[in-house]
């Protein structure tokens, strides 16, 4: 049996988890339907599939190519630690992102922080913690 | 096979369009494409949209009250609990999701799309899917942060999408169980790229001119690239992250980690944050103005009007109890107020049912009221309070009177009150 073939899904177990499943997704979807005063179907529909697009066709190459510029550029014995470095930071400067984009619409309490400086640091901590590894890296290297 | 079968597979074949672009077999050649990470990172994810599915569905059962839902009024540190963890295990799942969804791209693209019914039947299987957990994450940690550039109610959104994604969970564990299984207990290092068979070469996370693998067998460690290991503990490491620069909007020790909150639990007035503001819900005039009463009434021995002093001459109570917000920041504080059993003796209404409690906000405003039943009503910290930390209440915690109970989310804590109606 090749991979391909025995990584289909199959059987009994996949079509019951097949029924049940949609039988799932056709509640949901019956719920948007019903409460469409508020959930707004077309809106709805577009974000959830815009959302996928977006992730497929823009987010998940450009994660892509950014490693690809990043490993082109590092020396061969850092790639790894800064790659690790370059991941860690962008999921951080991803979940900045609604702070920044957020509104506080009168309400004090919320958006308290300086995110800029937040990130920042978040930022800083990380790096210093990629160059502290390398530095580890290097040196057990060396005395190997 | 017969010869016109064969015949019409290679027309068919032959009218398939040329594979370009990500469709090439060797368009994706990191070796972190592989069944292993997939899997790995698939068993996190379930894990993580499990335990976010359940305490979303007691956030709304709480909420929106089944006849068979029944939520105890004790341990009044519950739902901070369960909230708290819906939230933090929502934005610890952002990069495990994009780092799962990365690793399985290659099957995005893969050739030919269809091959059988099942394969069909599994791929459009996985819109709900993807489509759902990346609805989920995004509404769920925009709202949170008040930035809503949708045209729905998030919550009404929310709760749909998550049935969506976890009947997609559903059919895309039935549809692997089997291969994650089988590739987390061979004994072998490597795993299989995806999608298998593919030409695998050094390239996007193990770049940096690792040598070609594509003619022999890979290194179980790559030289110079990310490892598998690498890469899922710098997927851990990112949860890890932005589970401390956020966590601490619940976790008190944690808060001056927590950078990158939408809330500070010790930044509010009173030292306590606010959700709804008293100028957001029209109320200020109203809930100033000298005139103001409470008035009991109902299934009532006899009917109360009672002013702010008349309510500060009621015995007084005092409690710590948390408050704990649905969009999963909680603050503790020390409320002193009337307790609710107190109040039913004076109105001559010890056998109460249940008690709803409406706010001073306009009629049709959400959360404008909300029920206490009999577990409540006996439990001696539901208080209608006047008091936190040790001041009477600010106007946007709720003043001149606000209900706070234990376990139970802040939107049914309800501020403002104006009328307690007893059945």
Same mark, same amino acid.
């Given at each position: 049996m090749t991979p391909a073939s025995s990584d289909k899904p199959r059987g009994p177990a996949f079509w019951s988890a097949f029924v049940i499943g949609w039988v799932v997704i056709g509640f949901g979807v019956l719920t948007v339907?019903?409460?469409?005063?508020?959930?707004?179907?077309?809106?709805?529909?577009?974000?959830?599939?815009?959302? =996928?697009?977006?992730?497929?066709?823009?987010?998940?190459?450009?994660?892509?190519?950014?490693?690809?510029?990043?490993?082109g550029r590092i020396p061969r014995?850092?790639?790894?630690?800064?790659?690790?470095?370059? =991941?860690?930071?962008?999921?951080?400067?991803? =979940?900045?992102?609604?702070?920044?984009?957020?509104?506080?619409?009168?309400?004090?309490?919320?958006?308290?922080?300086?995110?800029?400086?937040?990130?920042?640091?978040?930022l800083a901590v990380t790096w210093v913690v990629v160059l502290a590894v390398v530095l580890v890296r290097r040196r057990s290297r060396g005395s190997a | 096979m017969s010869?016109?079968?064969?015949?019409?597979?290679?027309?068919?074949?032959?009218?398939?369009? /040329?594979?370009?672009?990500?469709?090439?077999?060797?368009?994706?050649?990191?070796?972190?494409?592989?069944?292993?990470?997939?899997?790995?990172?698939?068993?996190?994810?379930?894990?993580?949209?499990?335990?976010?599915? #359940?305490?979303?569905?007691?956030?709304?059962?709480?909420?929106?009250?089944?006849?068979?839902?029944?939520?105890?009024?004790?341990?009044?540190?519950?739902?901070?609990?369960?909230?708290? #963890?819906?939230?933090?295990?929502?934005?610890?799942?952002?990069?495990?999701?994009?780092?799962?969804?990365?690793?399985?791209?290659?099957?995005?693209w893969t050739w030919p799309p269809f091959r059988g019914v099942a394969h069909v039947a599994e791929r459009l299987?996985?819109?709900?899917?993807?489509?759902?957990?990346?609805?989920?994450?995004?509404?769920?940690?925009?709202?949170?942060?008040?930035?809503?550039?949708?045209?729905?109610s998030f919550p009404a959104a929310h709760y749909a999408g998550a049935w969506i994604a976890i009947g997609g969970l559903v059919i895309h564990v039935g549809a692997k169980l089997h291969i994650a299984a089988r590739a987390l207990t061979r004994s072998s290092e490597t795993g299989s790229h995806l999608p298998a068979g593919a030409p695998v070469a050094a390239d996007p996370l193990d770049a940096a001119g690792a040598p070609a693998a594509a003619d022999g067998p890979r290194p179980a460690s790559p030289v110079g690239g990310l490892s598998r290991r690498g890469f899922l503990w710098t997927v851990t490491a990112s949860a890890g992250a932005v589970t401390l620069a956020t966590v601490g909007q619940t976790v008190q020790p944690l808060r001056r980690l927590?950078?990158?909150?939408?809330?500070?639990?010790? #930044? %509010?007035?009173?030292?306590?944050?606010?959700?709804?503001?008293?100028?957001?819900?029209?109320?200020?005039?109203?809930?100033?103005?000298?005139?103001?009463?409470?008035?009991?009434?109902?299934? #009532?021995?006899?009917?109360?009007?009672?002013?702010?002093?008349?309510?500060?001459?009621?015995?007084?109570?005092?409690?710590?109890?948390?408050?704990?917000?649905?969009?999963?920041w909680s603050a503790s504080g020390t409320w002193r107020g009337i307790a609710v059993l107190d109040l039913l003796r004076a109105a001559g209404?010890?056998?109460?049912?249940?008690?709803?409690?409406?706010?001073?906000?306009?009629?049709?405003?959400?959360?404008?009221?909300?029920?206490?039943?009999? %577990?409540?009503?006996?439990? /001696?910290?539901?208080?209608?309070?006047l008091e936190l930390n040790g001041e009477p209440l600010a106007l946007d915690h709720g003043f001149p009177i606000r209900l706070i109970a234990p376990n139970r989310p802040g939107v049914l804590q309800t501020k403002w009150l104006t009328r307690v109606v007893v059945s």
């Open positions: 339907l019903q409460r469409a005063g508020a959930t707004h179907p077309v809106m709805f529909a577009a974000w959830f599939l815009g959302l =996928i697009f977006v992730h497929d066709l823009l987010l998940s190459p450009a994660a892509s190519v950014a490693a690809r510029w990043i490993g014995w850092g790639v790894a630690v800064v790659l690790g470095g370059a =991941i860690v930071s962008g999921t951080l400067v991803l =979940i900045s992102l609604p702070p920044f984009l957020g509104e506080s619409a009168g309400n004090e309490t919320l958006l308290p922080r300086n995110y800029v400086g937040g990130l920042a640091g978040a | 010869d016109a079968r064969r015949s019409l597979d290679d027309r068919i074949r032959r009218l398939a369009p /040329p594979r370009v672009g990500p469709f090439r077999a060797d368009a994706y050649r990191s070796r972190l494409h592989e069944v292993r990470a997939a899997a790995w990172l698939g068993i996190a994810l379930g894990v993580a949209f499990s335990v976010c599915f #359940v305490t979303g569905v007691i956030s709304h059962l709480i909420q929106n009250p089944l006849p068979w839902f029944s939520w105890p009024a004790r341990p009044a540190w519950l739902y901070r609990v369960t909230q708290g #963890v819906h939230v933090a295990t929502g934005i610890a799942a952002i990069p495990l999701l994009l780092a799962k969804l990365w690793v399985v791209a290659p099957l995005f299987s996985l819109v709900p899917l993807v489509g759902g957990a990346l609805f989920q994450l995004f509404t769920g940690i925009g709202s949170i942060n008040g930035f809503r550039p949708w045209g729905f927590a950078v990158l909150a939408p809330r500070d639990p010790a #930044v %509010g007035p009173q030292g306590v944050p606010v959700n709804k503001t008293a100028r957001s819900a029209r109320v200020a005039e109203a809930a100033t103005d000298p005139a103001y009463r409470l008035a009991v009434e109902g299934r #009532v021995g006899r009917r109360l009007s009672l002013s702010l002093d008349d309510l500060r001459s009621l015995p007084q109570r005092e409690a710590d109890l948390p408050i704990s917000c649905v969009d999963g209404a010890d056998d109460a049912g249940s008690v709803e409690v409406v706010s001073l906000q306009a009629p049709g405003t959400a959360f404008r009221t909300s029920t206490l039943d009999r %577990g409540y009503l006996l439990d /001696p910290d539901t208080l209608l309070a």
